[in-house]
């Protein structure tokens, strides 16, 4: 009986570390300087394409995006890392042009979309409200550290 327990036990350990999400690395040149670098549906697109790793910040024209974006300025020069935004208005010539709600950040991996915050969810709304809180939700994708 014992052994079966030991058994079950380790199986539901290896399967909560298995599980676990891991971090990942941006490129490179997105550590060191901590900036908003606005770009374009062009450059977004080619990004994808070269299957980068980057953080974007869409942004509307409301209050809402106003205040998120002193935010994300915050925690970008403080982390040292380049977060790239984008006019929500031009998301719709994007690959990514399923996302409607904004503001709101996505996290890239590869070219892919590992995640993003849906402003339209009641349970994303605290890292909306400050840089730590925003903090928490993206080091839990991404490493703020560099290699």
Not at 10 to 20: A, H, R, S
Not at 64 to 76: L, Q, R
């Amino acid at each position: 009986m014992k052994k079966i327990l030991i058994i079950i036990f380790i199986g539901i350990c290896l399967i909560i570390i298995l599980n676990k999400p891991k971090t990942f690395y941006l490129e490179s040149k997105y550590y060191g300087f901590g900036e908003l670098s606005n770009i374009n549906q062009v450059t977004l697109n080619n990004f994808i394409k070269e299957k980068e790793s980057f953080v974007l910040y869409i942004y509307g024209n409301c209050v809402c995006s106003t205040k998120f974006n002193s935010i994300i300025k915050e925690f970008a020069e403080r982390n040292n890392i380049v977060i790239h935004t984008l006019d929500s208005e031009l998301v719709s010539q994007t690959e990514i042009d399923d996302i409607k709600y904004f503001p709101t950040i996505v996290v890239f991996k590869k070219g892919k979309i590992v995640d993003y915050l849906k402003s339209d969810r009641d349970d994303n709304l605290i890292y909306y409200e400050s840089s730590e809180e925003f903090s928490k939700w993206l080091t839990s994708y991404i490493n703020i550290n560099r290699k």
